[in-house]
């Protein structure tokens, strides 16, 4: 691969992380409600998750999805079924206080399993599986060597955990913080009602 080429997977992809959808969301209330460290291990596993659908694209999971396409209905609905459950917690909670929102689980969850739950929001939407199965190909040659792939991933990763890092930040600041607190019930519905509609979104499309 050339540097032109690397160039170009990292601004495509870019432009594709920094697209609003669940990972944004997740990592934006995450560091709202939790703190910057928080957020930052939720967006370490957003970015392994990203990494996941690269390698299954490399691997050829689009032309699965196209040969077996119940395949793809069937994780569209389980993605679904999961960003709704999480819609359901952030509406159900967001009258509560700060510190009361979290459940037991959420609040007893280490750095490890943020990053699950960063992969887990991540895998939730099969939608990146079809990005990287086809306008991410065009960049990435078929006899690509190993070590460009790993460069690639590096990227992948790079961009996606980059991204939301900057998300936790923004959204862990002070000034941030106060607003948040003050119209608490009013934004964490506002999060639980995005969350809702992607994953109507991803079920119905």
């Known amino acids: 691969m050339t540097l032109a080429a690397f160039i170009a997977v990292f601004f495509v992809h870019l432009a594709a992380a920094i697209s609003p959808g669940p990972a944004v969301v997740m990592a934006a209330r995450t560091a709202l409600?939790?703190?910057?460290?928080?957020?930052?291990?939720?967006?370490?596993?957003?970015?392994?998750?990203?990494?996941?659908?690269?390698?299954?694209?490399?691997?050829?999971?689009?032309?699965?999805?196209?040969?077996?396409?119940?395949?793809?209905?069937?994780?569209?609905?389980?993605?679904?079924?999961?960003?709704?459950?999480?819609?359901?917690?952030?509406?159900?909670?967001?009258?509560?206080?700060?510190?009361?929102?979290?459940?037991?689980?959420?609040?007893?969850?280490?750095?490890?399993?943020?990053?699950?739950?960063?992969?887990?929001?991540?895998?939730?939407?099969?939608?990146?599986?079809?990005?990287?199965?086809?306008?991410?190909?065009?960049?990435?040659?078929?006899?690509?060597?190993?070590?460009?792939?790993?460069?690639v991933l590096l990227i992948v990763f790079v961009n996606d955990a980059g991204w939301n890092v900057i998300v936790a930040r923004i959204f862990s600041l002070d000034r941030t913080r106060r607003v948040y607190l003050s119209l608490k019930t009013v934004i964490d519905r506002v999060f639980g009602g995005l969350l809702a509609l992607l994953g109507a979104k991803l079920a119905l499309s």
């Open 33 to 151: 409600t939790q703190g910057f460290a928080r957020g930052n291990w939720l967006a370490v596993g957003i970015g392994l998750g990203a990494c996941f659908w690269a390698v299954a694209a490399l691997f050829g999971l689009a032309i699965l999805f196209k040969v077996a396409p119940t395949l793809l209905l069937v994780l569209k609905f389980a993605g679904a079924a999961y960003l709704i459950y999480l819609a359901v917690k952030m509406w159900r909670h967001a009258p509560e206080p700060l510190d009361q929102s979290a459940s037991p689980a959420d609040a007893a969850r280490g750095p490890l399993g943020l990053v699950w739950q960063g992969i887990a929001v991540q895998l939730s939407n099969p939608k990146p599986a079809v990005f990287f199965g086809t306008i991410f190909l065009t960049f990435v040659p078929a006899d690509a060597p190993l070590w460009a792939l790993a460069v």
